[in-house]
């Protein structure tokens, strides 16, 4: 079994920034991918970045240039670094991690960009 626990949401006015956490505990395989998914009431659940193992990397589109995605491999961490926020950010964020096919989720951590 495996265990996601996300911390670092909160409230940021336009323009700041944050940075979210997620740590993975349990049977973790050396081979796998880590993701940051968002969502909100209106949206269904998508992708804002992924980062292998092996150092594949991916945004969307919609955060490109402004947020950033790393790891810490050996701690089963991963962190999404998000800069230049904008109310549409404003979500939902899950932290996903993907091994031997199946996926595991975190329990969503709540970004909120108001002035």
């Known amino acids: 079994q495996v265990q996601l626990v996300e911390s670092g949401g909160g409230l940021v006015q336009p323009g700041g920034s944050l940075r979210l956490s997620c740590a993975a505990s349990?049977?973790?395989?050396?081979?796998?991918?880590m993701a940051w998914y968002r969502q909100t009431p209106e949206k269904e659940r998508g992708l804002v970045a992924v980062r292998s193992t092996g150092g594949f990397t991916d945004y969307a589109d919609s955060v490109k240039g402004r947020f950033t995605i790393s790891r810490d491999i050996p701690r089963n961490t991963v962190y999404l670094q998000m800069n230049s926020l904008k109310p549409e950010d404003t979500a939902a964020y899950y932290c996903n991690l993907k091994q031997s096919g199946t996926n595991y989720w975190g329990q969503g951590t709540q970004v909120t960009v108001s002035s």
């Open positions: 349990g049977s973790i395989a050396s081979v796998n991918t």
